[in-house]
């Protein structure tokens, strides 16, 4: 079964400082992996997402994430966090049917 | 492109009602997602149907859990006898195609407080 995994419930960084939030996936086929953020009381917006083709993915925001499939994983980075970057971001797997399975979540804190 | 809306954005009832939610997803996205969100946890799949078809349901949907797109534009999902374990974030979202790596459209929700 296609499952994702993301390490660390809450990280706190700096402003100016680097973004680094982790995703491990699960997948007996090939992913389709993305990245959601979503502010409070919002809905979910699309960060970036990997379906094929160049393993290095940039998004809005300036955020940016590699799939790499010797580790299954498909982290989500930014070189320098603004306050602004304050949400919960989930990565996510689809599956067949285009359903998508998320992970638990990890809150981005941003300190001035 | 006027994005996905929910109705109500907040509903408070108390445990045994009935209540209903809706959604109307992009106009020409044939895909219509439903998911629940409780605190501190990413969003999980309830249903989702293609057109007016409703073509999967999570082992998390109840029976008391229901939900409906008569005629492949909006939908309604429907929770009888509420408990409190129902207080949850219910997210709709939509898209044009099933074929996987294609963007999901979320709106922002409907949160249901049971009391």
């Known amino acids: 079964a296609q499952s994702v995994t993301q390490l660390g419930s809450h990280v706190s960084v700096s402003e100016g400082a680097l973004v680094l939030l982790r995703c491990n996936y699960s997948s007996s086929v090939p992913p389709y992996l993305f990245w959601y953020v979503q502010y409070p009381n919002q809905g979910l917006q699309l960060l970036l997402k990997y379906t094929t083709g160049a393993t290095l993915v940039k998004g809005i925001n300036g955020f940016e994430a590699e799939f790499k499939k010797s580790e299954t994983s498909f982290h989500l980075t930014k070189p320098s966090a603004h306050m602004s970057d304050a949400a919960e971001y989930f990565c996510?797997?689809?599956?067949?049917?285009?359903?998508?399975?998320f992970g638990q979540g990890t809150e981005l804190s941003v300190k001035p | 492109d006027t994005g996905v809306s929910q109705d109500p954005r907040h509903k408070i009832t108390k445990r045994g009602q009935n209540v209903t939610f809706r959604c109307d997803p992009i106009s020409e996205h044939n895909r219509l997602y439903w998911y629940r969100q409780t605190l501190g946890q990413g969003p999980e799949f309830l249903t989702y149907?293609?057109?007016?078809?409703?073509?999967?349901k999570s082992r998390l949907l109840s029976d008391r859990f229901s939900a409906e797109r008569p005629k492949g534009s909006f939908s309604t999902l429907e929770i009888q006898r509420t408990e409190q374990g129902d207080s949850a974030m219910y997210l709709c979202?939509?898209?044009?195609?099933?074929?996987?790596?294609?963007?999901?459209?979320f709106g922002s929700g409907t949160q249901l407080s049971v009391l």
């Open positions: 149907f293609q057109n007016e078809a409703q073509l999967e």
């Open positions: 979202a939509s898209s044009s195609t099933g074929t996987g790596g294609e963007k999901l459209f």
């Open positions: 996510a797997v689809s599956l067949a049917g285009g359903k998508l399975i």
